[in-house]
């Protein structure tokens, strides 16, 4: 499978966003850790972490009896790179403005 179906495939879970969510507001987290933010077995958490690597989203390395994950940016910004910036940073930006204030609350019509 070639690594931009990997990354898509492994960012269409919820959970795995969740754990890199996780991984994200602070790195270098163990199996117990990540494992503790979410409402499954430690084994479910594996499967995902596993996937997550494989798709190098996901770092680990050994500290001691400890097994640290890591996020790793860099294959979500190759999909950025490829799919992104295909269009200029200004109409992307603009289209993003446009999301917001159409989901803000200000935005609801009157009743």
């Keep these: ?21 996780q991984l994200f507001a602070r790195d270098g987290r163990t199996l117990t850790e990540l494992e503790s933010e979410v409402d499954m077995s430690r084994f ?3 499967k995902h972490l596993k996937l997550l690597e494989e798709a190098g989203l ?3 390395r050994k500290e001691g009896r ?3 994950h890591f996020l790793n940016p ?9 799919w992104i910036d ?3 940073e200004r109409t992307v930006t603009a289209l993003l403005d ?5 989901e803000s609350p200000e935005a609801e019509e009157p009743s």
């Design 1 to 21: 499978m070639p690594d931009d179906d990997l990354v898509f495939k492994a960012l269409a879970d919820p959970t795995r966003r969740f754990l890199l969510d």
């Design 44 to 46: 479910g958490v594996m």
């Design 58 to 60: 996901v770092i680990t």
């Design 66 to 68: 400890e097994k640290k």
């Design 74 to 82: 860099v294959p979500i910004r190759q999909i950025h790179d490829r």
């Design 86 to 88: 295909k269009f200029t």
């Design 98 to 102: 446009l999301k917001a204030e159409l």
